[in-house]
């Protein structure tokens, strides 16, 4: 076994802390990396804290990871030692059943292993990147190009993934009119994607102090959704709407924002069931519709796309030591937009 050390909650009543563990040996198909750089999800606060369901302590999160390769197996032919690579939200599939045999591993039909708070085909739990290495499956390990600073390419194996496969699969582009609801980790992804794609991009958030970031981002307006005025002049106005938001909020709001035949994306995960009345749907023909992340060809795709147009995640870097005073500023919505961890701090 490869004697590996990270931070951990052993409960979910306890702050993370360090913890030394235990990850497999190589195999054959394997590639075992030195994990550099680790993305904070909101979902990895959720997740320690029980707020989706049950976890699976102790729980080391992080599944936006980068680094070098250090290891591979005798069949691997991918990756060579000394690449940049990365694991993204998942780490293993069934790969055979229709929905793997179409790149959509994240929709496996026998469910897919997540980076952590999973259990392998073995059993044994998955830890994720707030670790000083990892071993993966050769088909879940992603290329990572030098174009990019490393560090802020982490987030794209979440945040990024998470809005680009949304855009790409409703052929989000030019001639649309995109609504991004929400200016965080995420949402700060769906603007610069919606941008890039060529759309019309309008920020939609409760916060009048972040229309210049959004303007920064490259959105081309702003609206104010707790002003009713500025609500009033855009209602059945968008084509689409990317909802990253993991708080509750009025679906029936933002559905009235929507032209005929108009799609409001859910990608954010609110701990509470949505809300919708069934007028806010038949008014327009309007559709609700949800993504996952995207599966590995699509990643891969995504990152090539992002190393071509040099788009990386806005980031503030913080030391291992400081994550859980960084859960509470990103509570407060006190980032822009996403915490890397530098895991030499480890």
């Given at each position: 076994m490869i004697q590996a050390k990270g931070y951990a909650a052993q409960t979910a009543e306890t702050d993370l802390a360090p913890w030394d563990f235990e990850r497999r040996e190589v195999g054959p198909h394997d590639v075992q990396l030195e994990i550099l750089y680790?993305?904070?999800c909101h979902s990895d606060l959720h997740q320690i804290k029980n707020d989706w369901f049950p976890g699976i302590f102790p729980m080391v999160p992080g599944h936006e990871i980068v680094g070098k390769v250090i290891k591979v197996g005798d069949h691997v032919k991918k990756f060579k030692v000394d690449e940049l690579?990365?694991?993204g939200c998942m780490v293993d599939s069934c790969q055979v059943c229709e929905n793997c045999k179409d790149g959509?591993?994240?929709?496996c039909l026998e469910g897919n292993v997540q980076t952590y708070n999973g259990r392998g085909k073995d059993g044994v739990p998955t830890y994720g990147g707030y670790s000083n290495t990892i071993v993966v499956r050769e088909e879940f390990v992603l290329h990572i190009s030098d174009k990019l600073p490393l560090a802020a390419t982490a987030p794209l194996l979440c945040?990024?993934?998470?809005?680009?496969s949304p855009l790409r699969h409703w052929k989000v582009g030019k001639g649309h009119k995109l609504a991004v609801l929400g200016l965080g980790g995420l949402g700060h992804m769906g603007v610069k994607f919606g941008v890039a794609f060529g759309a019309e991009v309008t920020v939609l958030s409760t916060s009048a102090s972040k229309e210049a970031a959004a303007k920064e981002l490259g959105a081309h307006h702003f609206v104010v959704t707790s002003d009713p005025a500025q609500v009033e002049a855009v209602k059945g106005s968008f084509d689409f709407i990317l909802d990253t938001v993991s708080a509750e909020?009025?679906?029936n709001l933002y559905l009235s924002l929507l032209r005929t035949n108009g799609i409001h994306i859910c990608v954010?995960?609110?701990s509470e069931p949505y809300s919708i009345h069934p007028f806010a749907l038949l008014g327009g023909r309007?559709?609700?519709a949800g993504s996952g992340i995207g599966g590995i060809p699509e990643t891969q795709e995504m990152l090539d796309f992002c190393a071509e147009h040099n788009i990386v995640s806005d980031i503030e870097m913080i030391d291992m030591k400081d994550i859980t005073a960084s859960y509470a500023r990103m509570l407060k919505g006190d980032v822009?937009?996403?915490f890397v961890i530098d895991m030499a701090t480890l």
């Open positions: 680790c993305g904070v690579a990365g694991v959509l591993e994240q929709y945040a990024g993934i998470t809005t680009y909020h009025d679906m954010g995960v609110p309007k559709s609700v822009r937009y996403r």
